[in-house]
């Protein structure tokens, strides 16, 4: 079976560092076209990285300079580390892979992990 | 960078038809897709391409992009069809989304 685990949320204040981990299983990180996704409380989606083409990475204006994605082929894990966290990321965060059910879309999500950065 | 556009909510009698709009610049020279997202869940694709369905997704979804104006339309809406909608497109550097459509039924 093909999926996603998310894991490394939590309460974390401001100026803090967390890694989040996607553990994936069915298939693998290492050929995929990855992302994270993060949603605030209450608000739409964002994509605030990607990582595709070997290790070809994209970061959202919002997160540049402090995310770094990356991934463990070994492992078959997805990382998001952040650093310098502010309230502006506290958010549900998804991982989700392109193309792996289908020709398109990001077609399997993971269930997501809350990054909550407060004092 | 590019902007989608989606009313805040759109509400229907069950069984009736549910449409949702997804503007944006020439948005028919993209390719779009939709995701629906329950409250507490993870999103799920349900259209690629435009207008291509996921498997599992039922028949009653379809999808159509023109001119500005994308679109997802939701036949014979059930209650379980109750989740708010998002439109996505690649601008060129990253993924973009619409900011949501809540359905009511």
């Known amino acids: 079976e093909v999926q996603l685990v998310e894991s490394g949320g939590g309460l974390i204040q401001p100026g803090g560092s967390l890694r989040l981990s996607c553990a994936a299983s069915?298939?693998?990180?290492?050929?995929?076209?990855m992302t994270w996704v993060r949603q605030a409380p209450g608000k739409g989606l964002e994509c605030v990285s990607l990582i595709y083409s070997g290790d070809t990475t994209f970061y959202a204006d919002s997160v540049k300079g402090r995310f770094t994605i990356s991934r463990d082929n070994s492992k078959n894990t997805l990382y998001l580390q952040m650093n310098s966290l502010t309230a502006d990321d506290t958010a549900v965060y998804y991982c989700a892979v392109r193309g792996q059910l289908e020709l398109d879309g990001f077609d399997l999500w993971g269930l997501g992990t809350m990054v909550t950065v407060s004092s | 960078s590019y902007e989608l556009t989606q009313p805040l909510s759109v509400s229907v009698a069950l069984g009736q038809t549910a449409i949702f709009t997804c503007g944006g610049n020439?948005?028919?020279?993209?390719?779009v897709h939709w995701y629906q997202q329950k409250a507490g869940q993870a999103p799920v694709l349900v259209i690629f391409r435009n207008q291509k369905r996921p498997s599992g997704i039922p028949e009653r979804f379809s999808g159509s992009n023109s001119g500005n104006t994308a679109t997802l339309t939701v036949s014979r809406a059930q209650a379980g069809d109750e989740a708010d909608y998002y439109c996505?497109?690649?601008?060129?550097?990253?993924?973009?989304f619409g900011g949501g459509t809540k359905l009511t039924v």
């Open positions: 996505q497109v690649w601008d060129g550097t990253n993924w973009v």
């Open positions: 020439n948005i028919e020279t993209r390719l």
């Open positions: 069915g298939f693998s990180v290492s050929t995929n076209y």
